[in-house]
Each structure stands twice: as structure tokens, then as C-alpha cells.
């Protein structure tokens, strides 16, 4: 996977704790940008950084349709990766499962295949 971009984070209502510097890194983002309802509220920036030039990672599965569909309308399909970290490392009992999401967004850097389905 080339140097992403930007890194999207959402915090899904307050549900999930995150730590956006350790996650940027760990994804290989030159940016990372935090909010809290990516998939409704805050679609917006999606759409928007999805337009501008470079790989986007949404750091979410569970709306990895979602996403696909708007990037495949802004024909920046080809730009997108989504990596869950909600349901693997985001919603337990610690709420600070920060190291485990590292992982798994560094974990993403080597997969051959991007697509958000």
C-alpha cells in the first residue's frame, strides 16, 4: 500500500476511545483527522478528503459500504482503504484497547488487496 494520506478516525457516538497520533503512525498517515459520527454527521469530511489527492483510510468496517459507495461516486474508489478497529479493538470492556488498533492499522499496511466492501 502506497504512504496514505489521510487517516479518518471516528469515535462512533463517544462509544470507542482512540488515540489519533499513535494510530496515524501506526498506519502510515502523513495526516489523521478525528471525529465523532464519520458515517452520518461528519460524512462530509469524507467526501471531502476522498476528492482530495492521496489514499484515504477509514478506520471503520462496519460502514465500509457506506464509504465505497460514496467514493465510487466520487470516483476516488481506487483511494480508499477501510480497516475495522471498532469492532476488533474498539468496543471493549478497557475502552483502551489503543495498542490493539495500532496493530491492526499497521497490519493493513501490508495487505496486497484494498477494498471497503
Do not use: Y
Not at 460502514?63 to 474498539?90: K, P, Q, S, W, Y
Amino acid at each position: 500500500m502506497a504512504q496514505p494520506e489521510t487517516l479518518l478516525l471516528c469515535r462512533c457516538d463517544g462509544s470507542m476511545s482512540i488515540e489519533p497520533e499513535s494510530a496515524r503512525i501506526a498506519a502510515g498517515a502523513r495526516k489523521v483527522q478525528t471525529v465523532s459520527n464519520l458515517c452520518t454527521l461528519d460524512l462530509g469530511l469524507a467526501a471531502e478528503t476522498l476528492k482530495a489527492a492521496g489514499q484515504t483510510v477509514i478506520a471503520c468496517g462496519q460502514m465500509a459500504r457506506l464509504f465505497t459507495e460514496l467514493a465510487t461516486e466520487l470516483d476516488a474508489a481506487e483511494r480508499l482503504v477501510c480497516i475495522d478497529i471498532r469492532d476488533r479493538a474498539g468496543w471493549t470492556a478497557a475502552r483502551d484497547a489503543h495498542a490493539k488498533q495500532a496493530a491492526l492499522l499497521a497490519e493493513g499496511r501490508t495487505w496486497k488487496a484494498r477494498v471497503c466492501a
